[in-house]
């Protein structure tokens, strides 16, 4: 519970979740998140995320492979070092693809920069999606390959706990955190799956880790013709939506309350009643 206790001192803090709608066009994609960006900076976010896939979204899922970047170089991590720096934000960057041990797969991966546009995290998507229903089939193993490791990090708002899409259907991952202030998700869910599964499921994890959850998704119908959820939404300690955009380019922001999430630890102390005999077994 350090991460909960070191938050007592702090006073709330800004935060943001931009949502796009990517298509083919790096360049087109990237300036629109850059016109985002600068707008939750403008409406004093100090810690802005974006969603899954931002740089790209393709009808061929092997062009991902085409334009991945090593690891510290390359044009989209300019950007967000740049843009992170050029704002004065903490900058959670959904997704990029990146060199991996395949040859023809990538690492999905969310890099952090902070608000000189130094990095200060990676954390390469664990948990691949995988899914058919009719035409509808998506198979992410296929070009990507699969993280290790489970990243937090400290930032304004406290301790912050990195996640992408599919991984919000693993509790285990986000315990394995620790005690974290705030979960960050950015995602590209289905609109199959997000209309029925993608609310429920991150008031949930809110709920059950007793922290702020932040999700910056892709919202609308692609040039690919590819439909995404959206609802890119922010949930606070006790589950509660502070604030959702349901489609289309934008930005939505709530502010971390250090206040907030102490006093529902308090009056629920669940992190505390956990039984780790059970949960190790």
Not at 137 to 163: K, M, N, Q
Not at 164 to 193: N, Q
Request: charged share 25%.
């Amino acid at each position: 519970m350090e991460a909960g206790v070191k938050s007592l001192n702090r006073s709330p803090v800004r935060i943001a979740a931009i949502q796009t709608v990517s298509g083919p066009d790096v360049g087109d994609n990237l300036r629109i998140a850059g016109e985002l960006v600068a707008e939750a900076a403008a409406a004093g976010a100090k810690l802005v995320a974006l969603p899954e896939y931002f740089p790209l979204i393709t009808a061929d899922e092997t062009v991902k492979v085409a334009i991945r970047e090593a690891d510290g170089r390359g044009p989209i991590q300019n950007f967000m070092r740049e843009t992170a720096a050029r704002h004065g934000v903490w900058l959670v960057g959904g997704t990029i693809p990146l060199v991996a041990e395949s040859d023809a797969r990538v690492r999905n991966s969310t890099l952090v920069f902070d608000d000189r546009g130094e990095r200060v995290a990676r954390y390469d998507k664990i948990h691949l999606f995988g899914f058919q229903k009719g035409a509808e089939r998506y198979d992410e193993a296929a070009t990507i390959e699969a993280g290790r490791e489970v990243v937090a990090f400290d930032a304004p708002c406290g301790r912050v706990g990195l996640s992408v899409c599919y991984d919000l259907r693993f509790p285990e991952l986000f315990r394995a955190m620790g005690a974290v202030d705030l979960i960050v998700l950015p995602a590209a869910f289905t609109y199959t799956t997000g209309r029925d599964h993608w609310e429920v499921l991150l008031r949930a994890r809110a709920i059950e880790n007793q922290c702020y959850v932040m999700a910056p998704a892709q919202g609308g119908r692609h040039p690919s013709g590819r439909v995404t959820w959206g609802h890119t939404l922010i949930a606070d300690p006790w589950g509660e939506v502070l604030a959702c955009r349901d489609e289309g380019p934008g930005v939505v922001w709530a502010d971390v309350d250090p206040a907030r999430i102490a006093a529902v630890r308090e009056s629920l102390p669940a992190l505390r009643h956990r039984c780790l005999g059970i949960a190790e077994a």
